[in-house]
């Protein structure tokens, strides 16, 4: 059973960059489709981009597409999720999703992200 630990978040203001980390232990993090999602608040929780265990295929939401990277890093055991051009709507808690090849889901504590002058 892997356990996910994310990190990197805080305050940075509009036009910045923030790279957040996805560590694994228990578990190689190669052998999981790993997401990135965030809550704003009140609202509910979003996909912001995800990648593939086999191929590293990856996929990003609309809002952030060409603006965030997504990349796995397998010596570290961590996928970071690389964001630029912040604008203040990406404000939220983002969380570290694992999903097993048996469809069983992780998920991280989340790390805390807003963006404000």
């Known amino acids: 059973q892997v356990q996910l630990v994310e990190s990197g978040g805080g305050l940075v203001q509009p036009g910045g960059s923030l790279r957040l980390s996805c560590a694994a232990s228990g578990s190689t993090l190669n052998a999981y489709a790993i997401g990135w999602f965030r809550q704003a608040p009140g609202k509910e929780r979003e996909g912001v981009s995800c990648i593939s265990p086999s191929d590293d295929r990856t996929y990003y939401a609309d809002s952030v597409k060409g603006r965030f990277t997504i990349s796995r890093e397998d010596v570290n055991n961590a996928v970071y999720l690389h964001m630029t051009t912040l604008k203040p709507e990406d404000t939220g808690v983002y969380y570290c999703?694992?999903?097993?090849?048996?469809?069983?889901?992780?998920w991280g504590q989340g790390t805390r992200v807003t963006v404000s002058a």
């Open positions: 999703n694992g999903r097993s090849q048996t469809n069983s889901d992780y």
